[in-house]
């Protein structure tokens, strides 16, 4: 990657909901990124994306 890069945390709390399970679990409601608007933009469509899980469903 070369240039200026934005970014926007979509884990705003790291507290593992249970920590005696192997594997991370995010509390409830900490994965609400993209609050301050879309992070991922497709240039053909001009459709954009809060992530990119949700705009490769869209192909």
């Not at 200026?4 to 593992?16: A, H, I």
């Not at 933009?41 to 490769?56: F, R």
Request: proline content about 5%; overall charge negative; aromatic content about 10%.
């Amino acid at each position: 990657m070369v240039g200026v890069v934005d970014y926007e945390f979509f884990l705003t709390n790291g507290t593992d909901d249970m920590p005696g399970t192997p594997g991370f679990q995010p509390v409830a409601n900490s994965c609400n990124g993209c609050a301050s608007g879309y992070a991922i933009v497709n240039t053909t469509t001009l459709v954009n994306y809060c992530d990119l899980q949700t705009a490769l469903m869209r192909v």
